[in-house]
């Protein structure tokens, strides 16, 4: 693990050409997980509620439809709040996600999300910088900031696919071979972390695994906690999802602990 304590809120924003190499490693992990299940496993149950791993791999392969083009993006978005009004924006971009490849075979899932793998690294290389500025959530950035489509394409569509890649490994059993962008996702999440923080106390954060490092949380005052945590399983928690391991206290307020294990971003 390293020993250089990093200050998170001076973590700098992922650029396109960065997020694109992470992109090609991310989805052609992802294509190579895919192509070892089995097939009665597509139908296994996911963390994500009322998911199968059929339906994990038809919201991949839409996402990557949406980072092909922003009208598709914007238009799913619309679709997916006219179906499904009683879900969030999100979700029911997702769920529209799901639908529009109900009828494809497996291998159809499969082979597209393969071509679509080195077109989405060239999209995200030479996205627009006056597209990055279009709103597309009122609130979903850190901060409660608006959710824009620059830090949609460079963060968090490559941040959703780098967390469905350990979904699957959990819900197929079958092992996920760390990428060249973990390391990247991870300093994109702890960027994060250290916005919603904001104004908290002092924090020093050491995950472990393959998702390894030491930083620091805050601005005010001195050391209040040091706590550790397994790298991937403090990612799942801050998605949401259920960690097969805690966040333990090394020194410091136990106080401290409960805000950490509190803590939540967008994935």
């Given at each position: 693990m390293s020993t250089t304590t ?13 997020a694109a190499v992470g992109y ?240 939540r971003v967008v994935f």
């Amino acid at each position: 693990m390293s020993t250089t304590t990093i200050l998170a809120t001076d973590i700098p924003a992922t650029d396109r050409h960065e997020a694109a190499v992470g992109y090609a490693s991310v989805m052609a992990g992802l294509a190579d997980q895919l192509a070892a299940l089995p097939s009665a496993l597509w139908a296994a149950g996911t963390d994500c509620a009322g998911w199968t791993i059929r339906d994990m791999a038809s919201h991949l392969l839409g996402a990557q439809e949406d980072m092909r083009s922003v009208r598709r993006t914007l238009l799913r978005r619309r679709l997916g709040h006219r179906n499904y009004p009683q879900l969030s924006l999100l979700d029911a971009a997702n769920q529209q996600q799901i639908d529009d490849h109900s009828s494809d075979t497996h291998d159809d899932v499969l082979t597209q999300y393969r071509a679509n793998t080195p077109l989405v690294a060239r999209r995200v290389s030479a996205f627009p910088t006056l597209a990055t500025w279009i709103p597309v959530d009122k609130t979903m950035a850190p901060g409660g900031l608006p959710l824009r489509l620059g830090y949609l394409f460079t963060t968090i569509y490559l941040r959703d696919a780098w967390m469905h890649s350990i979904d699957l490994s959990l819900a197929s059993g079958l092992p996920r071979v760390a990428t060249g962008a973990d390391a990247m996702v991870a300093r994109q999440v702890l960027r994060d972390v250290a916005v919603v923080w904001a104004q908290g106390p002092n924090v020093e954060l050491e995950l472990t695994g393959n998702v390894c490092g030491t930083w620091r949380l805050g601005r005010m005052g001195g050391t209040a906690a040091r706590v550790t945590a397994d790298g991937i399983d403090f990612c799942r928690r801050l998605s949401g999802r259920p960690p097969n391991t805690g966040i333990s206290l090394l020194t410091g307020d136990p106080e401290v602990l409960g805000l950490v294990e509190d803590l939540r971003v967008v994935f």
